[in-house]
């Protein structure tokens, strides 16, 4: 089992940027493809990037493509998201999670087994 815990939400103005962290406790961090998924209020939780196990490979939403950056220390334990250029339509709790099986191009909430407990990220126009 792995336990999950996001930081680093907070207010930022649009075009503003910020990082998210993920701390994973339990069993080897390494064995788990990490995802990033959002939920905004009133809507459905939503992909947002994933990255492979050694960190070679990642996949992104369009909707965050060439502005969001997901990363991993494998040694520490830790999972980041690095988000530039926010958007108002950023906004939205922010969550970890953690998957097994085998690595793919597009991911679901039923996908993922473990889960962090969000932080909300608002992004003021």
């Known amino acids: 089992q792995v336990q999950l815990e996001e930081s680093g939400g907070g207010l930022v103005q649009a075009g503003g940027s910020l990082r998210l962290s993920c701390a994973a406790s339990g069993r080897p961090f390494s064995s788990y493809i990490m995802g990033w998924f959002r939920q905004a209020p009133g809507k459905e939780r939503e992909f947002v990037g994933a990255?492979?196990?050694?960190?070679?490979?990642?996949v992104y939403a369009d909707s965050v493509k060439d502005r969001f950056t997901i990363s991993r220390d494998n040694v520490k334990g830790f999972q980041y998201l690095e988000m530039n250029s926010l958007k108002s339509e950023d906004t939205a709790v922010y969550y970890c999670?953690?998957?097994?099986?085998?690595?793919?191009?597009?991911?679901?909430?039923?996908?993922?087994?473990?889960w962090g407990q969000g932080t909300q990220v608002t992004v003021s126009s």
């Open positions: 990255i492979i196990w050694d960190g070679e490979s990642t």
């Open positions: 999670a953690a998957a097994g099986g085998r690595w793919r191009q597009k991911w679901a909430p039923s996908d993922y087994t473990y």
